[in-house]
């Protein structure tokens, strides 16, 4: 594998890792610097992670925009540089508003795995972009199982040492790019920027026009809001229907996780070569509905286990629909597109949790008419079949032409 490859998936590993690494040191940060309660440092907390979710909606199109004129490499190495003095600042933290002001920067310099998809796809053969955004993907999943294990683990030396270690992981990985990327964007396919497709409506309404993709951002926020479950209400499911205590929470996440990195790093290639890109699109839209379907009904915490890292088996649907995307924009405007599906994942990161955990809480008070715990993963089994749909519908005639 090639240097330049390496550092990008490390890029996004360290962006996945970032969010998780922090998890288990923030409810005991924030009362430190607070000093409130636990509820009170719950309610910081879903503030914090919701200004980190606007901020890539906000600037996901601008960074990807910024890379399509000035480059991915200067892009990714002074969005390196500003994220690990990020986690120096809120490291050194005394206040809760100068960790709000971090979750800020920080939301700006995640959304520049836009740029990181970007570049996969400029160094990517026109046949093989599916494959590149299958190895983010699984940076992405193996950041998932690394971040939250290594920030407890550290969080026992401190609540601010997972901070220092996102800090030296961010700048480390920043002198490595410095030696090792070489730039993708050349004269031929630099473009000037348009302000006013470097916000998110902006860029959502130009990229609309080119033929197909306005029906894939749909199909792709549908997935992502759906796919979102999982970090929106696992941990409250597997206390409600299997009794489940955190340690084996975070083993069925771990396994998601793993299995999630296996399938979009190795088995996708496979499933490409089996389906091409939009057979493997309808495969993991059609194994999503019956992974769903069956958790909402498992009763057996045994067999719930067995699932969950069965169902990361679907997770082939983003990178397959990046890859039919990236081929229809051209060149010029893959930042752009990789900006507009970061807005659109940081969109589904603000809806899904607060659709999901309403249900959730509905189907599961006291005073529920009906106890059921499953039921947000019937919500999402019902975006998925939506998603199909829109997916399957046949293609108006003046857009074929």
Known sequence: MRLPTIFILITVLIDSMGVGLIIP?????????????????????????????????????????????YGRR????????????????????????????????????????????????????????????????????????????????????????????????????????????RETVTDEIRRPLDWRRANPLGAFKALAELPGISRGLLIFFLYQVAFMVYPSVWAYFGVARFGWDPGMIGLSLALFGVMMAIVQGGLIRVILAWFGERGTVVYGLVFDVFAFGAIAFVTSGTIALILTPLAALGAVITPALQGIMSQQVGPQRQGELQGALTSASAIAMIVSPLVMTSVFAAYTA????????????????????VALIVFLWPPRRDAVA
């Open 366 to 385: 006291p005073d529920a008419a009906v106890y059921f715990p499953g039921a947000p993963f019937l919500v999402a089994l019902g975006l998925i079949i």
């Open 74 to 181: 200067p892009v990714l190495l002074i969005s390196l540089a500003v994220m690990a003095a990020d986690y120096v600042v809120m490291a050194l933290a005394g206040s809760i508003w100068l960790l709000l002001a971090g979750r800020v920067v920080g939301g700006i310099t995640a959304a520049t795995q836009s740029t990181a998809s970007a570049y996969m796809a400029d160094i990517s053969e026109p046949g093989k972009k599916a494959q590149g955004f299958g190895l983010i993907g699984a940076a992405f999943g193996l950041g998932f199982v690394i971040g939250p294990l290594l920030g407890g683990f550290l969080g026992e030396y401190g609540t601010r040492a997972p901070f220092w270690a996102a800090a030296a992981l961010a700048a480390a990985n920043g002198v490595f790019g410095y030696f090792v990327l």
């Open 25 to 69: 040191v923030m409810p005991d940060l924030i009362q430190e610097v607070s000093g409130g309660s636990l509820a009170q440092a719950a309610l910081w907390g879903g503030l914090l992670s919701t200004v980190f979710a606007v901020m890539q909606f906000l600037f996901g199109p601008l960074i990807g925009n910024l890379s399509d004129r």
